[in-house]
């Protein structure tokens, strides 16, 4: 019985890294209609560049901060520079131009800081609370993980229901030209979008690195997982994306836990797999399959 | 739908002739390392005519297909090891287990669309190579399985070297995918594919079974892929899992795209790329001095880079590129007002080599 | 074409020329809109007629010729910096947004004019049918009030110039009727000077101050709207009727 409340807890805690990214996804996806495949590589560069930081200050709120700031800018130059020549294109091309930047980014990571995987602090203790008289798999910094990601979720859903910004932001996304028409100015919040889905990415690096190490290729099976749970929720609702990234958490933390880690990339195939069987658009998706 | 002109018969064996007549020549000049190189070039053809019909004939996309190549090798290094068949049944038999493992995943990805069918995909290219540490005793995990090389048949001579001998079984092999493919091209079926590319819906509504033709086509792509992972084998007689990761099919991808999406030469182009840009970059790395992180690394930053800015400056990829200029100086000779050169042609895989 | 006149038009239209490729979209047009009045811009599929106000209202640049707005050239600047300037295109196909509300849409109708614009509520006394769905989502309307809700969306601005691209398209005729009437109102009332787009030529001559006829990208006419249809050749060459 321990066992399964602690694969839960787990699951809770993993989940919600999950659900950061398929946040991302969702945001870029809204906003500008692509699958970025190169999110995991963004926020592995940013996670990248807050260690440098807490190594050189000692600090790790001003890491933090520094990450945060890095990835706007990433998200930002990004999308205008490599991205905004495909946003009209074929899809097929912006896939193919995410996938580019994947590969460069890894590459360039692994030019500047090596292959060597490296330890990344977390914020609080990791050891697990004590329940009772027993230690469970939830610790301190667990609660902040889920809290701050939590907080990341209804900060956006504010600012997407509620604020004029955006209004435009999905207006922008929803039908461009009708927004250019009512003054929106849409290339800047295509911008705006990405980097917020960069930002709310290195929320995720960060969250997250402390349990995986900081290699180039270590955020790869986080980007799977991320898409998966972006597309369990459909990749049009993030309340989606956060419920799929907590499903995926519970059902990859008990397979991990029940029948071994390695099967965890597996069974994230086959739920993938499954459900776009079911639901080619997503669980959440308002269309259902195309049939003619 | 399937039978095939006699006419496209006869120009796709006079093609393939031809082509054979210069491999056949152009490999009995070549040093034993460009021979392997040559070979190399091969495996990479097959695999990526099979994706580039997959892409820009059906329409469709796969992040996967270093996976295919994977059964291939796998299934030929079994046969060849475990049960000592020879190679031209082994891979024979590679071809029909990829298509076979290719039916279900094409049936499932006739159903997806866009983005979901990329990232099905891309979760299936990091899913299977798992599959070899799953199994130990039967895939030797990661230390993968070894073949002998080759043996050089006797009536070559005893001269006859084994890189020339792997080059001549890789040639084989691409001639034969090429002349599959070129009459694929021009076949009922092709159309099919075209057409179910262009607008499904209206494709169904002639009458065509989108979703078969789909399935059949990821077949097809599998099938190929399959036929080059037995050369990989035959050429590099080691199978390992870590040698088809992710990184592995985002190469074929590379290679596809910057080729020109579609196009069978372009095919060519993308393997010559895909054999020799390590190489080069391997050389920059030295005379520049370049320190080991970044050389390690250059290749892969260098794809990245490439892949980025063909699709920003070249999206019809180099075959592309050379039919538009190819078409302008068409027009600019003819006088025909020079329009033509501006209309951008869908990629018809034009097999002349 | 030459127009005496004591103030000059608030929109004027000079030798425009918008190119699609090889294709001459717009061949030379000119036009002016007065305050406070409607021009018809009519002629057969294909005529011109969408591109002519795409052009105007910038989303597509004109290789030659400019558009004038209240004495200010607008040609090749942003669309954004021409609508802030209180030109406001009602698109072909109304451009509502489906996943906003209604209420939704038309905020967004006013986020740039702040001073200047009106409520929602205003429009809502303009078009009662909105106020029940005001927290529906836009893609629930029927087609008559959708293209309320964009051209009461439009009106939130409170431009000064209104593109209107065939408004009566899939509407029944009793709507189109009222629809009509409605943009005269809007000419006589708030002196908006309005460019209307319309395939059904004689309901909107019947509201118009001035028609052009377009015919592959040309104006082949630019009278009163007495005067078109008293000419029988040009009513049945290029109005239909």
């Known amino acids: 019985m321990t066992k399964f409340i602690d694969l839960t807890l787990n699951g809770i805690s993993t989940g919600a890294i999950y659900a950061a990214v398929a946040l991302a996804l969702c945001l870029i996806w809204r906003a500008t209609r692509i699958v970025n495949f190169a999110q995991g590589a963004m926020l592995m560069i940013t996670t990248y560049i807050a260690s440098a930081v807490i190594n050189s200050t000692g600090s790790y709120v001003i890491g933090l901060v520094v990450a945060l700031a890095a990835g706007l800018v990433l998200g930002a130059v990004i999308e205008r520079v490599v991205i905004r020549p495909v946003e009209n294109a074929p899809p097929l091309n912006a896939v193919i131009v995410a996938l580019g930047l994947y590969t460069f980014l890894i590459a360039f990571a692994g030019m500047i800081w090596g292959a060597t995987p490296r330890a990344f602090p977390a914020a609080f203790s990791i050891r697990g609370y004590e329940i009772g008289g027993t230690r469970v798999l939830f610790a301190p910094n667990d609660t902040f993980i889920v809290l701050v990601v939590v907080a990341v979720a209804l900060g956006l859903a504010v600012l997407f229901r509620a604020t004029p910004l955006g209004l435009q932001m999905r207006a922008a996304a929803f039908k461009p030209e009708v927004a250019q028409l009512l003054g929106v100015r849409v290339g800047r919040m295509f911008t705006l979008g990405w980097a917020l889905a960069a930002l709310t990415g290195a929320i995720a690096g960060i969250l997250v690195a402390p349990s995986i190490f900081l290699a180039p290729n270590n955020f790869d099976p986080i980007l799977i997982s991320g898409f998966v749970a972006a597309v369990l929720g459909g990749l049009d609702s993030p309340p989606g994306a956060v419920l799929g990234g907590l499903i995926l958490g519970l059902a990859l933390s008990y397979v991990s836990g029940y029948e071994g880690s390695a099967l965890a990339p597996l069974a994230a195939l086959v739920i993938l797999v499954l459900v776009l069987m079911v639901r080619p658009g997503g669980l959440f998706s308002a269309t259902a399959e195309r049939r003619v | ?353 | ?241």
Not at chain 2, 2 to 21: E, G, K, N
Request: some cysteine.
């Open chain 2, 1 to 353: 739908m399937i039978a095939v002109r006699q006419s496209t018969l006869l120009r796709s064996l006079a093609i393939v002739v031809a082509a054979a007549l210069i491999l056949l020549l152009l490999s009995g000049e070549l040093s034993a390392y460009r021979q392997l190189q040559l070979a190399e070039g091969t495996y990479f053809f097959a695999v990526l005519a099979g994706l580039t019909m997959l892409i820009g004939l059906s329409g469709q996309v796969s992040l996967g297909h270093g996976a295919f190549l994977c059964v291939g090798a796998y299934t030929v290094s079994l046969l060849i090891a475990d049960e000592g068949w020879a190679l031209a049944p082994a891979i024979a038999a590679a071809v029909v287990v990829s298509c076979l493992i290719g039916l279900p995943v094409g049936a499932a990805a006739s159903r997806l669309r866009g983005p979901y069918l990329a990232g099905a995909t891309l979760a299936f290219a990091v899913g299977l190579p798992a599959l070899g540490d799953k199994f130990p005793s039967l895939f030797d995990g990661e230390n993968g399985l070894t073949i002998n090389p080759p043996a050089v048949p006797s009536w070559l001579g005893a001269n006859f070297s084994l890189e020339h001998w792997q080059a001549w079984i890789g040639c084989v092999g691409g001639l034969i995918v090429l002349f599959v493919l070129l009459n694929l091209y021009r076949s009922g079926l092709g159309r099919s594919f075209r057409a179910v590319r262009d607008d499904e819906i209206a494709a169904a509504l002639c009458g065509l079974r989108v979703g078969r033709m789909q399935t059949l086509a990821f077949v097809i792509s599998a099938g190929c892929a399959g036929l080059g992972g037995g050369i990989y084998a035959a050429v590099l007689n080691l199978a390992t899992p870590s040698a088809f990761s992710l990184t592995l099919s985002l190469s074929l991808l590379t290679g596809a795209v910057v080729g020109g999406l579609g196009s069978l030469t372009g095919a060519v182009w993308g393997a010559a790329l895909l054999v020799l840009l390590p190489n080069w970059s391997n050389d920059i790395a030295h005379s520049l001095s370049l320190s080991g992180n970044v050389s390690d690394n250059l290749p892969q930053a260098i794809y990245g880079v490439v892949l980025i800015v063909v699709m920003l400056a070249w999206p019809s990829g180099l075959q592309g590129g050379v039919r538009a200029l190819v078409g302008s100086a068409r027009a600019r000779w003819g006088g025909n007002g020079g329009n033509e050169a501006k209309r951008i042609e869908s990629p018809e895989g034009g097999g002349e080599k």
């Open chain 3, 1 to 241: 074409m030459l127009l005496t006149r004591s103030a000059p038009a608030m929109l004027e239209v000079e030798h425009v020329r918008t190119e699609y490729g090889a294709v001459k979209a717009l061949d030379g047009v000119s036009l002016n809109v007065e305050r406070g009045s409607v021009t018809a811009v009519l002629g057969a599929n294909g005529a011109g007629k969408t591109t002519l106000l795409r052009t105007i209202s910038g989303l597509v640049r004109p290789t030659a010729g400019n558009v004038v707005l209240d004495g200010e050239d607008i040609t090749r600047r942003p669309v954004e910096e021409i609508v802030r300037r209180g030109l406001a295109h009602v698109p072909e196909g109304r451009g509502v947004i489906g996943e906003l509300t209604v209420e939704e849409n038309l905020r967004l109708g006013g986020l740039f004019r702040r001073r200047e614009s009106a409520s929602p509520d205003e429009i809502y006394e303009l078009f009662p049918r909105l106020i029940e769905r005001r927290s529906q989502p836009a893609s629930r309307l029927s087609g008559g009030e959708r293209q309320m809700l964009s051209i009461g969306r439009a009106l939130v601005a409170r431009p000064r110039v209104l593109l209107l691209d065939e408004p009566s398209l899939g509407l029944a005729p009793r709507l189109v009727a009222q629809i009509m009437a409605m943009v005269r109102n809007l000419a006589d009332t708030l002196g908006l000077a309005i460019l209307l787009v319309e395939q059904n030529a004689r309901s909107a001559l019947s509201v118009a101050n001035r028609g052009v006829v377009l015919n592959l990208g040309r104006v082949v006419a630019d009278q009163a709207p007495e005067e078109l249809a008293a000419d029988e050749r040009l009513r049945h060459a290029y109005l239909g009727f």
